[in-house]
Each structure stands twice: as C-alpha cells, then as structure tokens.
C-alpha cells in the first residue's frame, strides 16, 4: 500500500527552528527516482511548494519566498525526506505537506511543479508560529 506521511510539526516561537519528516514507501520507490515536493498551506490560502528533491541525484527546487530559510535533504537509509525550516516567522504558519511521484524526471523535479504534478499526498503536520 502506498503512503506517504509527515510528522515534526508543532507550535514554536518566531526565530525558532523546525525539521519535518516525510517518509513512506513511496518516497523511496523501487528504482529510488522520486521527486519529493514539500507545499504548505494556510487558512483560506491556495497550497503553495516550498522545496522539492530528486532522490535519485539529490537535486533541489526552491520557492524564492523561503529561500535561505529552508533546507531539503534526505536519508535513504531511513527512507525519508526530511525539511528543515529556519527562523521561523507567524506567516509560516500552515499545514506542510509532503507529495511525492515517482514519475517526474529529475529535471522537471528540478523546477516548481503544481500541486497536480504529484500523485501521492500525506495527510499533513501543522506549524503554528507566535510572535
């Protein structure tokens, strides 16, 4: 059975730090070539990408508004991408999700893709971010 699924959220203060992790079975497919996106979305806005990675070279995306802040990595021994978010601010907060899709070149992977672009979708973990 597919599953793709998030965990590490949780309420922190602005400046803190926060490392999500995506992993299931799909994140790390059988020929290990995903592209493994992270969106987040908060109340009453339209889900927006953060970061995306190919696992098969480690290439990364980046949304330019989180650029600097925040880092994608992965751990194939773990099969897991995980999202590293740095100085966090009260408009972070949101609903991060981790898609994935076995499916798109890494090339593609290697530039913003729609929410569309990914077949498998976890059920999400909300940060909350005070001032």
């Known amino acids: 059975q597919v599953q793709v699924r998030e965990s590490g959220g949780g309420s922190v203060q602005a400046g803190g730090s926060l490392r999500l992790s995506c992993e299931g079975s799909?994140?790390?497919?059988?020929?290990?070539?995903?592209?493994v996106g992270w969106f987040r979305q908060a109340p009453g806005q339209e889900r927006e990408g953060v970061a995306q990675?190919?696992?098969?070279?480690?290439?990364?995306w980046y949304a330019d508004t989180m650029a600097g802040r925040v880092t994608i990595s992965q751990d194939q021994a773990e099969n897991t991408v995980y999202l590293e978010i740095n100085n966090l601010k009260p408009e972070d907060t949101a609903m991060y999700f981790c898609?994935?899709?076995?499916?798109?070149?890494?090339?593609?992977?290697?530039?913003?893709?729609?929410?569309?672009?990914?077949?498998?979708w976890g059920q999400g973990t909300h940060v909350n971010v005070s001032s």
């Open positions: 898609a994935a899709d076995p499916w798109l070149p890494g090339l593609a992977c290697t530039r913003e893709k729609r929410t569309s672009d990914f077949a498998y």
């Open positions: 799909i994140v790390f497919y059988k020929n290990k070539k995903n592209c």
């Open positions: 990675i190919y696992t098969s070279d480690g290439a990364t």
